[in-house]
């Protein structure tokens, strides 16, 4: 069993920047991969970011590549989501998951290979 916690979302101007974090109990950190989804007001779910069990591999949806970038720290159970130059289409709830994969290099991008969310932190972009 996993619980994530997710924090650091809040209000920031167009072209601003947010980092996220995701706080994660027990001692398996390490044997997950990651990952990042955000969902905005009427929209789906969709994928934003992942990382794999080390670090090692990474993955973007074409809408945050280049602005967003997603790290970990397995020794404090931790996984980050740096914001920069936002956008308000980038307005939305963000949920990190984490999921229990078989090879070590993978980075999941469906959701439903995630096999538990944190209850989301929100993220507006507005001046």
């Known amino acids: 069993q996993v619980q994530l916690v997710e924090s650091g979302g809040g209000l920031v101007q167009p072209g601003g920047s947010l980092r996220v974090s995701c706080a994660a109990s027990g001692r398996t950190f390490s044997r997950y991969a990651m990952g990042w989804f955000r969902q905005a007001p009427g929209k789906e779910r969709e994928f934003a970011a992942a990382i794999s069990r080390s670090g090692g591999n990474t993955n973007y949806a074409d809408s945050v590549k280049g602005r967003f970038t997603i790290s970990r720290d397995n020794a404090k159970n931790t996984v980050f989501l740096q914001m920069n130059s936002l956008k308000p289409e980038d307005t939305a709830v963000y949920y990190c998951?984490?999921?229990?994969?078989?090879?070590?290099?993978?980075?999941?991008?469906?959701?439903?290979?995630?096999?538990?969310w944190g209850q989301g932190t929100q993220v507006t972009v507005s001046s």
């Open positions: 998951a984490a999921a229990n994969t078989a090879v070590s290099g993978a980075v999941p991008l469906n959701r439903r290979q995630y096999d538990y």
